[in-house]
């Protein structure tokens, strides 16, 4: 049950969830405040943990031209949600959803998604061995689902 | 005259086992500690030599059963020191003790426009049975504060009960912050104005000598898996008088007395309150964990605790950059330690200790206005009982150093 392997696999796990763009992320946040203007925004909580992510967006001809988020909570939803800040900016409308479906089906250990579209993204791919972190990578993700819902 | 820990961990069966390469150090014993062997035995004899439903049986094996589950009551009787057997009742866990006590006394004896009293430390267990209870009779709810150092902070009595007061109800040792509630002040008070009063035990059972005529409460409600017993059995300790008012909570077999096509007559206490075949094992094997104690003795029980959770606090200060909550002298706590280290999240900080091998809760601890209140989302939370040693805080010191070069640059 516990050997020398089995230790050196757990460490490279623990390197797994927070590899270096996620604590890149962490450290230095993008994106992180609030849009003088936005057209849409949603706060997003997770009950169990107490994360909270607020996102904002602003579009204009079906393109999303700037997006912020606020929040508070551990380094996988603030990261998460900083690096879903980089992936949406300048994307039409349909092409985040499109992405936010790629990444929960990613989070949810789907097969054929295209990982390359994902690029960064998938650095998050590690969190799904930890299944009670899964929420906290996700919740930026259904928020800016939300916040999309609310442009008509 | 303390414990002999080196002696207690041999008892332990899991405390062997390593984690991640690492040998366990468990420090949740405040959402459930763990089972000596003669606890995990007496199951496996239970099973093993005298499976039978009780109390109806007319054989051997039914007789031998009826007997064991009713000496469990007995031995938590005299742990408690209740004034009698009949007002220990068997429940599935704390929170289903308090919502037998909202669903019975709270409906008969709560109405519209009166007062029940809580505190801002409730775990959910005890607030949530009480806000329902109060939407549904038209009462209301008023929470005590707490001072500073995460005490209750207590107004005067006669400015504490209202006229309207009907209730009061409180943790006698807080789960989230180890403070202990000076509830043999507060049972005084409230039987002078003839307020009711509950105490949730769940985390002061475990870890403090309790006396039930010396406190003077009403109802006291705690838990066996948080006292090395099992999963599955709460207690319900309640005065006699109450009882005896009080209709019973869920019906069916073994709470009744007479039963015809037009109705029924109740069983007498305790088993008025033990609707159905109980969980007959684990009451028995939370007697052997009872037992265990006992022979330990609560006063040893309490004085190592202090020490290791006293030596936790400086060892936690020494660390700098660390937010503690509660009362700074362990005289004056449980066996909790709640804190939050630099700016890292508790979850962050818990996933790393878990790879050192110490498991510490990490949340909101079922205590979210709490929270709120403190103005965090969340905490750690390292909570210790009579197998933790020093040197597992220093394991837990040296794992919160790795946490912080981890998420610092």
């Known amino acids: 049950m516990s050997n020398r392997d089995d230790y050196a696999r757990q460490e490279a796990e623990l390197d797994d969830l927070y590899r270096e763009i996620i604590l890149d992320h962490y450290r230095h946040p993008r994106h992180r405040g609030s849009l003088a203007d936005p057209t849409a925004s949603h706060e997003g909580l997770n009950p169990l943990c107490g994360d909270e992510v607020t996102v904002q967006l602003a579009v204009s001809d079906g393109r999303i031209v700037d997006v912020a ?20 900016e300048g994307k039409a409308v349909g092409e985040a959803r499109a992405l936010s479906d790629s990444f929960t089906a990613m989070m949810r250990g789907e097969s054929g998604i295209d990982l390359e579209a994902l690029g960064d993204l998938e650095a998050l791919s590690g969190v799904r061995r930890f299944p009670v972190r899964v929420k906290c990578a996700t919740l930026a993700w259904h928020t800016l ?8 | 005259m303390g414990l002999d820990v080196a002696r207690i961990r041999k008892d332990f069966p899991i405390l062997e086992r390593q984690v991640y390469g690492k040998p366990l150090v468990y420090l949740d014993n405040a959402a459930t500690s763990q089972k000596p062997r003669r606890v995990i035995d007496a199951l496996v004899r239970y099973y093993e030599q005298h499976n039978a439903n009780i109390h109806r049986a007319v054989h051997c094996l039914g007789e031998e059963a009826t007997a064991a589950y009713e000496e469990a009551r ?65 009462a209301s709810i008023r929470y005590i504060g707490l001072t500073g150092e995460q005490t209750l902070d207590l107004p005067d009595p006669d400015h504490l009960f209202g006229q309207r007061t009907k209730l009061i109800a409180m943790p006698h040792v807080s789960n989230s912050m180890g403070t202990i509630n000076p509830i043999e002040e507060i049972a005084q008070e409230a039987r002078k104005r003839g307020v009711t009063f509950l105490v949730d035990g769940a985390q002061g059972a475990p870890h403090l000598a309790v006396d039930m005529q010396a406190i003077g409460c009403d109802f006291y409600a705690f838990s066996s898996h948080k006292m090395l017993g099992p999963t599955g059995v709460g207690v319900l300790y309640a005065r006699r008088d109450l009882l005896d008012e009080m209709e019973p909570f869920l019906g069916g077999g073994e709470m009744i007395r007479k039963v015809t096509l037009d109705g029924a007559t109740w069983n007498d206490l305790p088993w008025k309150f033990e609707a159905g075949t109980p969980n007959i094992a684990d009451v028995i094997a939370f007697g052997a964990a009872i037992d265990y104690l006992t022979d330990l003795g609560m006063d040893n029980v309490r004085e190592h605790e202090i020490e290791v959770i006293g030596y936790a606090l400086d060892s936690l200060r020494k660390l700098g950059d660390i937010t503690l909550y509660g009362p700074s002298d362990p005289r004056n706590r449980g066996g909790v330690v ?45 909570s210790f009982y009579i197998y933790n040693t020093r040197e597992e805080v220093d394991v837990l010191i040296d794992a919160l150093k790795a946490a912080r070069d981890f998420f610092s640059e």
């Open chain 1, 69 to 88: 988020y606020l929040g508070s909570g551990c380094s996988i939803s603030q990261s998460s949600a900083s690096m879903m800040t980089e992936a949406v």
């Open chain 1, 145 to 152: 689902n939300e916040a999309l819902d609310e442009i008509v």
């Open chain 2, 74 to 138: 007995d031995k938590v009787s005299a742990f408690v020191n209740s004034a009698s057997r009949e007002c220990i009742v068997f429940t599935r866990n704390t929170t289903e003790a308090i919502n037998l006590v909202a669903y019975t006394w709270g409906r008969a004896n709560i109405g519209e426009g009166d007062e029940i009293i809580l505190t801002q430390m409730e775990h959910h267990s005890n607030l949530i049975p009480w806000q329902r209870l109060a939407v549904e009779r038209g």
């Open chain 2, 338 to 382: 709640s804190f939050n280290y630099g700016d890292l999240h508790p979850h962050d900080v818990g996933t790393i200790l878990d790879r050192h091998g110490v498991a510490v809760r990490a949340g909101h601890h079922c205590t979210q206005p709490l929270m709120r209140e403190l103005g965090v989302s969340g905490t750690a939370r390292a």
